[in-house]
């Protein structure tokens, strides 16, 4: 039996939000029930689903801080992680969580888990080319550099099994060399020979250096990338990150890679998908640590710090900072400055606040503090 | 009797105001052995007879 046009009124009815009534669309449809027993389970889900919701005047915001900071305090202090075969070492427990609330533009240790679309995902060999062509190869992954301080030059030897692996050939490092040092490249028995502007002793070791640093090939923020198998499909993790421009590569799956930088996220993605990237970090890091902590705490301080449009930092630069009244700034950090300032300025406090009544001693708009009494109409009073 | 649906907050307001008005001398609604205000006060709004309501202005009531 299928649902009726009726049933489906009176599940739309309910007033539950989208992502629920579609479950329960879904687990109704094509399932033997009774009048009876469809009234149970959509009462059960109304009824479960108000309770779950918070009472109008609770302080929520309060309640997520102390949820999260219980936790917090558990966490060990330093952790690294090593995702993977080994080697990638990234920064979890609560240098993490500080980090993520810190909305911090470049995260200690950026990280990407790129997955691949199915052909490439399945193939070890193709999914190695992909890691190569976004891996930043260097001068020293394709051979080595000697300097001939005889001649004044640069001595390049290159590794030609290196060089095909990459799939970048000699010619093509010559002539990238040229373009980023500006300086003549030549071919001399299967070495690049290069000679420094001046022929002193600094210049020569200085041009040494810089081809050392020169990205020859790959994505230039990219300073490693690790295959691992997972399930079927082999998964890449990458030390540095450049979602914009991973997520243009060939194999490359965009709707399923991903990276530890939020503000990137928020950059190449958009604004909600940083507000999921928020909570997806905050909360693995916190599972990571064996706490569990309710994702409605976390996705509170996810949209506080996202619904300006833009990630903001909870603290001195962001929602604490940028608050409207004078008394909860000054409550919060150099309050002598803050006063100051908007005495100089003329500024108004409108006491809207919990923290400005709290300091001019006022009932706060919490909880008992902001419910309204009036006499009831004598037609609602109960004889 | 119909019960009203009031938060916790809003019914812990009603009860405070009304166990505040019984306390200075009110007339009470019900018949009662106690002598406590608030006992009085909260039997009341079991029985929802308290003549006080909440003004809701900016939230939605659920």
């Known amino acids: 039996m299928s649902l009726s046009e009726e049933q489906r009124e009176q599940i739309s009815g309910l007033g539950l939000p989208q992502s629920i009534q579609e479950a329960l669309l879904d687990g109704l449809e094509n399932e033997q029930f009774t009048k009876a027993q469809f009234d149970e389970v959509i009462g059960q889900v109304k009824s479960d689903y108000d309770h779950a919701g918070v009472e109008p005047c609770e302080a929520v915001g309060v309640i997520a801080a102390q949820s999260i900071g219980e936790p917090g305090t558990q966490m060990t202090m330093r952790t690294f992680h090593y995702a993977g075969v080994a080697e990638i070492n990234v920064t979890l427990g609560l240098p993490r969580l500080i980090e993520i609330v810190d909305a911090r533009k470049i995260p200690s240790t950026p990280t990407m888990t790129i997955r691949l679309e199915p052909d490439y995902a399945r193939d070890r060999d193709l999914a190695r080319e992909v890691a190569w062509a976004i891996e930043s190869t260097s001068i020293l992954h394709l051979g080595s550099i000697a300097t001939d301080l005889a001649e004044m030059n640069v001595l390049i030897e290159l590794n030609h099994e290196a060089l095909a692996q990459r799939k970048i050939t000699d010619e093509e490092v010559a002539e990238t060399l040229r373009s980023e040092t500006g300086l003549a490249v030549e071919m001399r028995d299967g070495m690049l020979v290069m000679a420094p502007e001046e022929p002193s002793y600094r210049e020569l070791l200085q041009l040494v250096e810089k081809i050392k640093r020169l990205s020859l090939k790959g994505i230039d923020g990219i300073k490693r990338v690790v295959i691992r198998k997972e399930g079927d499909e082999y998964v890449l993790y990458t030390e540095g990150s450049a979602l914009k421009e991973v997520l243009e590569f060939e194999g490359v799956d965009p709707a399923r890679t991903k990276t530890n930088n939020i503000n990137e996220i928020g950059e190449v993605l958009g604004i909600e998908a940083a507000r999921n990237a928020i909570i997806n970090e905050a909360t693995d890091t916190l599972r990571e640590q064996g706490l569990s902590v309710d994702v409605r705490h976390i996705m509170l301080v996810a949209d506080i710090m996202t619904c300006d449009g833009e990630v903001k930092q909870i603290g001195r630069h962001g929602v604490s900072g940028e608050k409207a009244s004078v008394l909860a700034r000054a409550a919060f950090e150099v309050t002598v400055n803050h006063i100051l300032d908007a005495a100089v300025r003329g500024d108004i406090d409108d006491l809207r606040g919990v923290t400005e009544n709290v300091i001019v001693g006022q009932p706060i708009q919490l909880g008992t503090g902001d419910v309204q009494l009036v006499a009831k109409r004598r037609d609602e009073v109960i004889q | ?62």
Do not use: C, H, N
Request: aromatic share 6%; glycine share 4%; no cysteine.
């Open chain 2, 1 to 62: 009797m119909k019960a009203e649906k009031y938060t916790r907050y809003e019914r812990a307001r009603i009860v405070g105001a009304r166990a505040l008005q019984i306390f200075m001398g009110a007339p009470v609604y019900i018949k009662t052995e106690s002598i406590d205000p608030l006992e009085v006060a909260l039997e009341e709004m079991r029985l929802g007879v308290i003549p006080i309501t909440v003004k809701r202005d900016r939230r939605t009531s659920r």
